[in-house]
């Protein structure tokens, strides 16, 4: 509660200016991110406040307009919250091709459901860095965004395409296991 009695402070010296001021920020905010399509403009809205919060000694010095740094914070949380979607892991999202039946012998039939489970399951087995990588390097099929992959990654073309074996390797084994494949 102190927090907040100094984000109160912080917006303006009068209590009633400054409460006024918090709930015009407020709902400006909210309305920011229903007009961008989150669905939890709220929770986004709070998570705005809260950080702002957490950075009241910092901006003891801020001159200008309070609701400038309120939207300034609300861009980087909408920038986390699109990245945050294009690397949530769904199974709609990863191309199966790489999985392809000729994992499975000729003469066993798994219905799609149970190796869409199955995959999934594996695939929230990896280390959210390798769920990342397998998802980005999937998901960008030319060779340029790979490239940027790597880049991005700190990693030479080739430890890339190495990660990417084992980490394939390791969905393999982990999809034959779970539905019951003996290896080959």
């Known amino acids: 509660m102190e927090r907040f009695q100094r984000l109160l402070a912080w917006l303006d010296d009068d209590e009633d200016r400054a409460a006024q001021k918090y709930e015009h ?3 400006t905010l909210i309305k920011v991110f229903v007009s961008q399509r989150f669905q939890m403009a709220e929770d986004l809205t709070d998570e705005v406040i809260d950080r702002v919060m957490r950075k009241l000694d910092v901006l003891a010095g801020y001159k200008g307009d309070p609701s400038s740094y309120f939207h300034a914070v609300a861009r980087n949380i909408m920038y986390e919250a699109r990245r945050a979607e294009q690397r949530r892991v769904s ?3 990863v191309e199966l091709a790489y999985y392809p039946d000729y994992y499975l ?3 066993l039939i798994v219905d799609q459901e149970a190796r ?6 594996c695939l929230n087995s990896l280390s959210s860095k390798d769920r990342i990588l397998i998802v980005d390097y999937y998901q960008g099929n030319r060779v340029q965004e790979r490239l940027k992959l790597a880049r991005d990654g ?3 073309v080739n430890a890339l395409y190495a990660r990417i074996y084992r980490v394939k390797n390791h969905l393999k084994d982990c999809l034959r296991k779970c539905l019951g494949v ?3």
């Open 25 to 27: 920020i407020r709902r």
């Open 105 to 107: 012998s000729k003469d």
């Open 116 to 121: 869409l489970k199955c995959f999934d399951k």
């Open 154 to 156: 700190k990693l030479t």
């Open 91 to 93: 199974i709609d999202s």
């Open 182 to 184: 003996p290896d080959s």
